[in-house]
């Protein structure tokens, strides 16, 4: 069928618009009509060349309505509201242990740009386009799934609310429930004030972690945080250490440290900042080469951890439906994170986010492919 996609012709080029093929639904997918597409900064990664080799069809935070199943598909019927996240195997050991996020077969399926017999379900005009970028390649009007990264979703949330949860809020929130535990009252410090940061603080809040300190140098994100339940927040371009200006608030440190920059230096100052036998979880993505932070003698006398994150270490079938139930309960206020953008405005919305105009972009489907076809001719594939 044709559809329409946001394409990443070559690596750091801006996405184009363009009317593309995308495969009928074999017997193992699913095809689902996005309706809303959250913005992460993994696809900025992706967008690089750094994940899958280009041009190809990007996208991992799909929301929308199943049209198509194939003939092996029971979890879902045409008709259901889903959320797309991430896809594991379900049957090695670490799916069979709750560890979806580190399934052994989690690159294969997630960031090969194919199936897994190597084709691809994209194509421009018999090009080969990369494609099943989390198993889904959602910057599109429609995309193919699979039972294993898709979650009913409820009537009662929009879709650009649910959009976000099949990866930034479902790591950041799942940081602090999940990957971390932190328990009732526990010192939280969160490093980054962006989407993933401030899920990580709505979580917080929901652990009633105190207190609960927010690194940002946003203004707007600092109030922001300081109204989602932060009890302190710290502007680095004051230029006083890190540590010092923690241990102000909480002497001994903190028990938890969850960093989101991706800064080596970030990073390293994080350690300093840590409580006897304290946590450091990282999903910031630092360059390549970069060490493991702290110093091994400091880290062995105090009992201290640092913990790699993926996704919140969640298992989507369980874990999004928690999300879903704090949000209802007024605990999860996406609305205050999101800002939405129809997806042909997606190298704009990049530009905002950046520059901190916005905290958490979600792309809105409704329309383009009515428009995009009067504009463009129904079979044109030339970008916009």
């Known amino acids: 069928m044709r559809i329409v996609a946001a394409v990443t012709p070559a690596a750091h080029a801006a996405f184009e618009l363009k009317t593309v093929d995308l495969d009928a639904p074999r017997a193992d997918e699913i095809l689902v009509r996005i309706e809303a597409v959250g913005l992460c900064h993994t696809d900025l990664v992706a967008q690089a060349g750094e994940m899958i080799a280009l041009p190809g069809v990007l996208g991992h935070e799909g929301a929308g309505v199943v049209e198509v199943v194939g003939d092996e598909v029971t979890k879902v019927a045409p008709g259901d509201r889903v959320v797309l996240t991430f896809r594991s195997c379900g049957h090695c050991r670490n799916c069979n242990r709750g560890l979806a996020a580190y399934c052994h077969t989690i690159r294969a399926l997630n960031y090969a740009g194919s199936r897994l017999d190597g084709t691809t379900g994209l194509s421009d005009h018999g090009e080969r386009l990369a494609s099943n970028f989390f198993s889904q390649s959602s910057f599109a009007t429609h995309c193919l799934a699979y039972e294993r990264n898709v979650v009913k979703a409820p009537d009662t949330i929009p879709f650009d609310l649910l959009a976000p949860l099949g990866c930034g809020v ?23 004030g962006g989407a993933v940061g401030l899920s990580a603080v709505m979580a917080g809040a929901v652990r009633r972690c105190s207190p609960l300190i927010v690194v940002e140098t946003h203004a707007a994100r600092r109030a922001l945080a300081l109204s989602l339940g932060a009890t302190h927040v710290i502007d680095p371009a004051e230029g006083r250490p890190l540590p010092e200006v923690v241990r102000e608030i909480s002497p001994i440190g903190v ?21 006897p036998h304290g946590v450091l979880g990282v999903v910031g993505i630092p360059p390549r080469g970069t060490p493991v932070p702290g110093d091994m003698r400091t880290a062995m006398g105090s009992g201290h951890t640092v913990k790699g994150i993926i996704e919140g270490d969640s298992d ?11 949000h209802l309960q007024g605990q999860l206020p996406l609305e205050r994170l999101v800002r939405t953008y129809p997806l042909s405005d997606i190298n704009q919305a990049i530009v905002d986010q950046h520059e901190g105009r916005c905290i958490k972009v979600v792309m809105l489907t409704k329309g383009i492919q009515a428009r995009y076809d009067v504009v463009r001719g129904s079979d044109s594939s030339s970008g916009s």
């Open 316 to 326: 989507p079938d369980s874990f999004i439906p928690e999300l879903f139930k704090l």
């Open 255 to 275: 028990d938890f440290a969850f960093e989101t920059t991706g800064r080596p230096e970030v990073q390293q100052a994080s350690m300093s900042c840590l409580a």
């Open 170 to 192: 479902q790591t950041g929130a799942g940081a602090i429930l999940r990957s971390l535990d932190c328990d009732q009252g526990a010192s939280l410090l969160v490093l980054g």
